[in-house]
């Protein structure tokens, strides 16, 4: 990593964790018990990382004391966990650039424009960010941030638009329903006419579609049509019978999923084993002094990929960093018994 300057004022911070996955968000617990305020960032606009995106609902049955838990309930329970410590949260926004400064701390920069100057990093960044999956066809690409937007968090671009929806998840057919009352035609546009979604949200659908308020269109997009003037005019289709087709639109919102993407992190200038970041097992520190890998990003013999590894792996990068600040050994405290602990916890005299 080069030292680099810059011109803007960053946030301070003692330590940023990048990555709000189940580890992220323990990583944040055991910097708080060491007294260590936390900006935590992600990709997504919400936190819980793959329980939350690749299996809110299945069930996890080897976390330590909850014999059974869905993705969605660990995920809740981490949040009450870390409730005390408060993490500034920088949600939707992927860490793009990091790099050393003259003094030792760490510039980091998001790729919405944050930037944080800080003297620690913790990076949980999982698989990788999850990044939306995007469409592949010609001529559509030109249209992306004006007529074209993939996983928008809320609809409000939809206001007086002839909209398409395109999806099949959960995620696609809350945006259709979200779109109703602003746009002046929604339309959902899948490869079968068949959704997957909560029973609420799907009973919405129906009642919409019942009313004449959404429409659904079965078909995969072939090609674009536009406008003399430049603008996206209509999708081309073609059908399940093969039969082709034109669907007139101004604004395609497409929902295909989410796919992590490793991205940034391999420039870092860190140590990497097969895409993974190597790390010091004793401390799970990189190879460089205050930047710390864990979960399912780090790479150290006996590796394995379990959030209970991952909470491990945070306990100890925690412990390594607060006497790193402290240029001094700590004494292990128990939660149980420490008045300073339970003080940090919010819980002082609860005992
Ligand atoms: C179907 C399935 C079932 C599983 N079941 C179990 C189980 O029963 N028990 C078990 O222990 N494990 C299980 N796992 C594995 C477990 O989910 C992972 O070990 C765990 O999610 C790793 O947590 P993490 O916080 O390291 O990473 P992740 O959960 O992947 O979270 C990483 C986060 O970092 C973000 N991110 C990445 N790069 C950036 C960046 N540059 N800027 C900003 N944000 C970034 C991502 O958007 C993501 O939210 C399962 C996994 C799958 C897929």
């Known amino acids: 990593m080069q030292a680099v300057a810059h011109p803007s004022a960053p946030l ?3 330590a940023v964790v990048i990555g709000a996955g189940p580890v992220g968000l323990f990583q944040v617990f055991q910097l708080g018990l060491q007294g260590i305020a936390v900006h935590l960032i992600d990709a997504l606009p919400r936190v819980g990382g793959q329980c939350d995106q690749l299996y809110p609902d299945k069930p996890i049955y080897d976390i330590p004391g909850i014999p059974v838990c869905t993705g969605q309930e660990l995920v809740a329970l981490l949040e009450r966990q870390i409730a005390p410590f ?3 949260r920088h949600l939707g926004q992927r860490v793009d650039a990091l790099a050393v400064q003259e003094d030792g701390r760490f510039l980091l920069r998001t790729t919405a424009g944050a930037s944080f100057l800080t003297k620690s990093v913790f990076i949980a960044a999982g698989v990788g960010a999850f990044m939306p999956r995007s469409l592949k066809v010609d001529g559509l690409a030109a249209f992306l941030g004006s007529q074209l937007l993939y996983h928008p968090a809320d609809v ?3 206001r007086g638009h002839h909209v398409v ?3 099949g ?3 696609a057919v809350q945006a259709a329903i979200a779109c109703v009352p602003a746009a002046a035609s929604v339309t959902l546009l899948h490869r079968r006419d068949v959704f997957c979604a909560a029973p609420e949200p799907l009973a919405e659908l129906q009642a919409l579609r019942a009313a004449g308020r959404i429409h659904v269109t079965i078909g995969q997009i072939t090609g674009v049509q536009q406008s003399p003037d430049g603008c996206l005019q209509a999708l081309e ?6 039969g082709h087709a034109r669907l007139p639109l101004t604004l395609l919102l497409a929902y295909l999923g ?3 993407r490793l991205g940034p992190i391999a420039d ?3 140590a990497m084993e097969r895409k993974q970041l190597a790390v010091d097992p004793a401390s799970f520190v990189t190879n460089v002094a205050g930047i710390y890998a864990v979960g399912d990003i780090n790479s150290y013999p006996g590796k394995r990929k379990l959030i209970l590894c991952g909470f491990h792996e945070a306990t100890l990068a925690a412990f390594a960093e607060a006497e790193r600040q402290a240029g001094q050994k700590l004494p292990l405290e128990y939660t149980t018994s420490s008045d300073r602990l339970q003080a940090r916890l919010g819980v002082a005299g609860a005992a």
């Open 268 to 270: 870092w200038g860190l």
């Open 12 to 14: 301070q911070a003692d």
């Open 165 to 167: 929806v395109h999806g």
């Open 258 to 260: 989410l796919t992590p």
């Open 156 to 158: 409000s671009a939809a």
């Open 237 to 242: 289709l073609t059908g399940p019978d093969g």
């Open 169 to 171: 998840d959960e995620a």
């Open 86 to 88: 408060a993490p500034t």
